[in-house]
Each structure stands twice: as structure tokens, then as C-alpha cells.
């Protein structure tokens, strides 16, 4: 069953460093999310993309985030320089139309920020 | 605005009994709901959905939600509890038309008890 991929599963980084948070997504799918859960609290949106844009973004996707798809298979999250309150799982996510269909989410990466 | 509310952060039952988790939403258009269980150290998995049509929907694992509007709610349950139930379960609301970010509650942690 295709399934959505997330590298690396685990990252360590020091504050004011850039990371970059790789996805691959389903391969028919259209719609590509990223999401966070800091640790103990709520899974929350970041950001949808769809037709090589952003189609919507939360306000925690500030200037700091950004998003791209290099290639026909990669999604990736950039943080340009991370903070301590940006530790947290960041999930990866699919759609092949709409949201209302379901999303399908990767693994995860754990992001650790010291 | 959309929003979810998971009653119950911990839910324990008992192997073979009913598994009952709970989620109201509140939500200013007609919503679509989900259920995601989310095993230790793996990605968020679909278990359910309910778009239109029958308010009773069926998933995966022997797990069926029913969709009250009148009560604006979106309970999980499972007749019969198993061992390989325990997971965390998060349930989420998306618009149907427009921003399809999903919406999280904060989760059940379900413990099955020999």
C-alpha cells in the first residue's frame, strides 16, 4: 500500500540553524501538508500546498517557514533559524483531491532544537 | 472557526469491553469529521471518516463513529476492546469547501486492561 515518507525520522539541530524536513509524498496525490505536535499538546496545521503554491497558512508559519516541491516527488519544510520552541514531531501529509477525502500522514520527523 | 474537543485524555476499558472515546465539534459550516489512531512511534492513521450520507460510518479494526448534528458530536466506538487497540486517538473537523486544513482535538490515550 503506498504510503506516505518522511526523512530525516529524527533531527537534531542548534538554535539559529536552518533545517530542512524532507517528504515524500503519495505519488498520485495533490495536496501536501505539513503539521507539528509539540510534545504533549495538540497535532497542528502549518500549512497546505497545492498547484505549486500555498493555499493556506497558519500563523505559526511565519516568515521563518518555508515550503517547496523541487521535483515531482519531494515536499520539503524549511526553517530558516530555528528556535527551542520549534522542537516538536513535524508530520508530513497527502491528499489525492481534498482534505475531505482524508489525509494520509507520514511518520514523522522529531525535530530537536538545543 | 473550527474547533475540537476530545473529553477524556486517558480512557482505560478492560479487553472485550465496549470502547466508547468522545469528540464534540463546533463548527460554523457543515463539517467533515475523522478519527486518526496514532500507534507509539508511527505516523497519524486513518481510521474513519464521515463526509455525507450516512451518519453512521464504519473504518478499519472493527471501529464505527456516528455523526450527530443535533448534538455536534462525533463519539468513536468499538464493541469489543482488544489488546492491539491501545494507541492515542485524535479526532479532527475540516471544512468542506474552501481551507480543508484539518483541525485537531488533543487526543485520547486508550489503555486496554487484560
Known amino acids: 500500500e503506498p504510503e506516505v515518507t518522511q526523512t530525516p525520522s529524527h533531527q537534531v539541530t542548534q538554535m539559529g540553524q536552518e533545517v530542512i524536513l524532507r517528504c515524500v509524498p503519495i505519488?498520485?496525490?495533490?495536496?501536501f501538508y505539513w503539521y507539528r505536535q509539540i510534545l504533549g499538546q495538540k497535532v497542528e496545521f502549518l500549512v497546505s500546498?497545492?498547484?505549486?503554491?500555498?493555499?493556506?497558512k497558519s500563523e505559526i508559519f511565519d516568515d521563518q517557514f518555508s515550503v517547496e516541491r523541487p521535483d515531482g516527488s519531494n515536499f520539503t519544510l524549511k526553517i530558516r533559524s530555528t528556535k527551542l520552541e520549534d522542537s516538536a514531531m513535524y508530520f508530513c501529509?497527502?491528499?489525492?483531491?481534498?482534505?475531505?477525502?482524508?489525509?494520509?500522514f507520514g511518520p514523522g520527523t522529531r525535530l530537536t532544537v538545543t | 472557526a473550527q474547533s475540537v474537543t476530545q473529553l477524556g485524555s486517558h480512557v482505560s476499558v478492560s479487553e472485550g469491553a465496549l470502547v466508547l472515546l468522545r469528540c464534540n465539534y463546533s463548527?460554523?459550516?457543515?463539517?467533515?469529521l475523522f478519527w486518526y489512531v496514532q500507534y507509539p512511534n508511527q505516523g497519524l492513521q486513518l481510521l474513519l471518516k464521515?463526509?455525507?450520507?450516512?451518519?453512521l460510518v464504519k473504518g478499519i479494526n472493527g471501529f464505527e463513529a456516528e455523526f450527530k448534528k443535533s448534538e455536534t458530536s462525533f463519539h468513536l466506538t468499538k464493541p469489543s476492546a482488544h489488546m492491539s487497540d491501545a494507541a492515542e486517538y485524535f479526532c479532527?473537523?475540516?471544512?468542506?469547501?474552501?481551507?480543508?486544513?484539518?483541525?485537531f482535538g488533543q487526543g485520547t490515550r486508550l489503555t486496554i486492561n487484560p
Open positions: 501529509a497527502s491528499s489525492e483531491r481534498a482534505a475531505n477525502l482524508g489525509q494520509y
Open positions: 505519488s498520485n496525490h495533490l495536496y
Open positions: 479532527a473537523v475540516s471544512r468542506i469547501q474552501g481551507a480543508q486544513k484539518l483541525v
Open positions: 464521515y463526509t455525507t450520507g450516512a451518519t
Open positions: 463548527s460554523s459550516v457543515p463539517p467533515y
Open positions: 500546498f497545492y498547484n505549486n503554491e500555498i493555499s493556506e
